[in-house]
């Protein structure tokens, strides 16, 4: 059984503005055209991802279809021509794209924080790129090229769009859309800043932004009080707290999860087996249980918290997709932000596919408590988030709240999955679209005999 998915919109993947959408795509274009004017050479990296590509027969021959079969919106005309889009990208940070009217003042403006997800895009939403996105050939290649922007991001000069003007995240609708989820408080309030009075915060690299950390005392584990009967001691009748491992937007709830599931069909059912990476031991452990997924926009908090007292029982690093989907015919009727059959945003609504495909991290925590067992927390990267970096090991004893590890650069989403034994209880606030604080009490877990 799983809670209907009333679609909430695409947390920051999508320029809701369509003049933000065109202006993105419209200068990236210009800046292309005006480098391959200047040269005629690629990238380095860039050039590496084109060669892996063009030598292999069955890729080449998939990306000629993908072109083929891609959206009359689709703007990148060829492979050599998404090589020269991409060129641009890897040499910069994400930055605001800005929409002017004819006198030259800002009309609009909204943050591109997955600029290369935007070119992606439409190509990923056919039947070609379906087959070709999901190649460990093409992936290993696509990860190299990513893994190399990355590297750029983690560099001095990375900074560049952190500043206070229109096109900076730290410039007035930069500072509002950083802040839209902090409630009372600031930016500087919440995150560690190196120096809060700089125009770029005191961040030195893109990387350090993008993985800051919280202030001391900002969302703080709220114990829930346990009410023990008279005279007795803690039972299963007494429920424990579950906290949210991420700051993130509900998703969905999925419960009587399957070993094995049709994960291709419309409602995308979890499939266990394949979500932990065709580990049937685990797969058997949580067969029945609850998954619980949310996602997080670009502009979000992006360490991963854990949600309970435990021992890290198992670590998986998953090597899978960037930008594989499940190919569809568009936004549904009722979309928030799209038209109806818009092709954009495939990715975006095909998050519970991604806990199958995607590259992510499975970390597993064993609980004392008879009311929780063993838990898995899944970070699962999406589009450009080529890293997730592990902050414990095996072994080691956790508290709700413990940093287990986090995303580098983009956007992301997660999952927790509870065993058939652990009957979870979402908190009234905890539905889809909501967006929930980090170490916030996410729901509670109460033991559950199996013969029930």
Not at 140 to 146: I, Q
Not at 165 to 179: H, M, Q, R, V
Not at 252 to 259: F, L, Q, S, Y
Not at 396 to 409: A, I, K, S, Y
Request: hydrophobic share 35%; with cysteine.
């Amino acid at each position: 059984m799983t809670t209907p998915t009333t679609f909430s919109g695409y947390g920051g993947w999508l320029p809701k503005s369509p003049a933000i959408y065109r202006n993105f795509i419209n200068h990236l274009l210009k800046r292309a055209l005006g480098r391959s004017d200047e040269s005629t050479k690629h990238e380095p990296a860039v050039a590496a991802f084109g060669e892996v590509i063009q030598g292999d027969p069955v890729m080449k021959s998939l990306f000629d279809q993908i072109f083929l079969q891609v959206s009359e919106q689709n703007k990148v005309k060829d492979f050599e021509h998404l090589l020269s889009l991409l060129d641009c990208i890897i040499v910069t940070a994400p930055k605001y794209e800005v929409a002017k009217d004819s006198n030259g003042d800002v009309i609009d403006s909204e943050p591109i924080g997955v600029p290369m997800y935007l070119i992606f895009d439409l190509l990923s939403n056919t039947s070609a790129a379906y087959d070709l996105f999901r190649m460990k050939e093409f992936n290993r290649a696509l990860k190299a090229l990513l893994e190399n922007w990355g590297k750029f991001l983690m560099e001095p000069g990375s900074n560049s769009t952190l500043n206070t003007t229109d096109e900076g995240w730290f410039g007035e609708a930069g500072i509002k859309n950083l802040e839209e989820h902090l409630g009372q408080y600031s930016f500087e309030q919440t995150y560690k800043c190196p120096d809060s009075a700089a125009d770029d915060r005191g961040f030195t690299t893109w990387d350090a932004f993008f993985t800051r950390a919280l202030n001391p005392g900002v969302r703080p584990i709220e114990p829930v009080p346990i009410i023990l009967p008279p005279g007795g001691p803690r039972t299963a009748a007494n429920s424990t707290p579950i906290y949210n491992a991420c700051e993130s937007t509900v998703l969905r709830i999925a419960r009587k999860v399957k070993r094995h599931d049709q994960f291709w069909l419309k409602d995308q059912s979890y499939s266990l087996y394949d979500m932990f990476n065709r580990d049937d031991k685990y797969a058997r452990l949580f067969e029945g249980g609850t998954v619980y997924q949310a996602f997080l926009s670009p502009s979000d908090f992006h360490r991963w918290h854990s949600p309970v007292k435990g021992t890290i029982l198992d670590i998986v690093l998953v090597e899978g997709t960037y930008y594989a989907v499940l190919p569809d015919a568009g936004a549904e009727q009722g979309d928030p932000e799209l038209a109806e059959r818009d092709p954009r945003g495939a990715l975006i609504r095909s998050q519970p596919f991604l806990t199958i495909e995607a590259t992510r991290v499975l970390i597993y925590i064993q609980s004392e408590d008879i009311n929780i067992g063993t838990v898995c927390f899944i970070g699962v990267g999406m589009a450009e988030v080529s890293t997730c970096q592990m902050r414990v090991k095996k072994g080691q004893q956790v508290e709700p709240g413990t940093e287990l590890g986090m995303f580098h650069f983009g956007g992301s989403s997660h999952a927790l999955v509870f065993p058939k034994t652990t009957k979870f209880e979402e908190e009234p606030g905890v539905q889809v679209g909501n967006h929930i604080w980090i170490n916030s009490t996410l729901g509670q877990a109460t033991y559950m005999p199996v013969s029930e």
